[in-house]
């Protein structure tokens, strides 16, 4: 228990054999309960979190800490996984087929709100993150009020240049998707998998249709921001074990963006059904519409005027005059929309203390 909270930590886990047992040892004093998810993995990693699990000494709180709550929402728990018994403070769950990383994250939640925890705390099994600094996370959501913290690698240029620079190129990309599709504009490093959540800001999301693929992280800060959630960036060093990355990350980047996409349609539109966007969408339409007609326009008279050897509209210069002007006034929408999003979605925003 950590400041009168009942604290649960979810470890993803797939073929993290030889790391995820350290992970395990290594949980501070104070976490009441370690929901291990294995992803259906191919190696020892189930069998090293049994053995691992047995080592471990439960607290005074992790008898009641484990109970399923009686209020708690039913769900499809036990149809995706096997949850076995609590070993020490460890509850292992195993998945009966390999549902990714977001999928095993959403298995551990689902564990963690049918039990009497307060707060929900997410950290990979390959040993990469410093369980020593968890309170950084834990402290927003008591004291901050934040329902939702996460870690931040970009924030302090100490911090970043630790970073592999084609991780450091995608994650700036993805940051600003995210960026607009979420709606919180001061966050940074939404690919960071070390997290906190209270458990009511979890409860307040549709926890089923959260995202299964990699992008977890960057689906769950949009139904965040949809639930009026205020979240935390809390600082912290990029680390890097032997621990090798299986993401592809051509076919990440480019399938996340296209969740992202659908997640901001999602969003305004769920906003203005509340009555509360409507010069901010008319702005985003309007401004995309607008740019995007104009862009062939644009082309078709550009070229042309460049020595490029297509056919030229009959104004070539009129035209592309017109085009400009059009690209220009469509950017200034998008521009103004963005501001005001901003505006509105800054209370969603805490800074923790350093």
Not at 159 to 175: A, D, K
Not at 243 to 258: A, C, F, M, N
């Amino acid at each position: 228990m950590y400041r009168n909270h009942r604290v649960a930590v979810v470890v993803p886990a797939y073929n993290e054999s030889g790391f995820v047992g350290d992970v395990l040892r290594g949980m501070p004093d104070y976490v009441d309960l370690v929901i291990a998810v294995d992803d259906d993995s191919t190696d020892d990693t189930w069998a090293e979190i049994l053995t691992t699990a047995a080592e471990t000494e439960p607290t005074a709180e992790t008898a009641t800490a484990v109970a399923r709550h009686p209020d708690a929402p039913a769900t499809p728990l036990t149809e995706r996984a096997t949850v076995s018994d609590r070993v020490g403070r460890v509850l292992p769950v195993q998945h009966r087929e390999n549902q990714g990383a977001g999928g095993a994250i959403k298995t551990g939640y689902m564990a963690a709100v049918e039990r009497q925890v307060d707060l929900i705390v997410t950290v990979d099994g390959d040993g990469q993150m410093d369980l020593s600094i968890m309170t950084r996370f834990l402290d927003p959501l008591i004291d901050g009020g934040a329902g939702y913290a996460k870690g931040n690698r970009l924030l302090y240029r100490e911090f970043r240049e630790q970073m592999p620079r084609f991780r450091f190129v995608g994650n700036l990309t993805l940051t600003f998707l995210t960026k607009i599709a979420s709606g919180y504009w001061r966050m940074m490093d939404p690919q960071n998998g070390y997290t906190a959540i209270s458990r009511d800001a979890l409860v307040a999301i549709d926890l089923d249709d959260l995202y299964e693929y990699y992008g977890y992280c960057n689906d769950l800060l949009v139904k965040l921001n949809v639930a009026g959630v205020r979240i935390a960036d809390v600082p912290m060093p990029a680390r890097y074990g032997e621990e090798q990355s299986s993401i592809k990350y051509g076919t990440y980047i480019r399938r996340v963006s296209l969740m992202l996409l659908w997640n901001f349609l999602w969003r305004i539109n769920a906003e203005f059904r509340s009555g509360r966007t409507l010069p901010t969408l008319a702005g985003y339409y309007l401004g995309a519409g607008l740019t995007g007609a104009s862009l062939p326009l644009l082309l078709w008279t550009a070229l042309p005027l460049a020595g490029v050897g297509v056919p030229a509209p009959p104004s070539p210069v009129s035209g592309l005059l017109s085009a400009v002007l059009a690209v220009l006034l469509g950017g200034g929408l998008l521009v103004a929309a963005m501001t005001l999003d901003r505006a509105r979605n800054r209370p969603l925003e805490v800074q923790p203390s350093p």
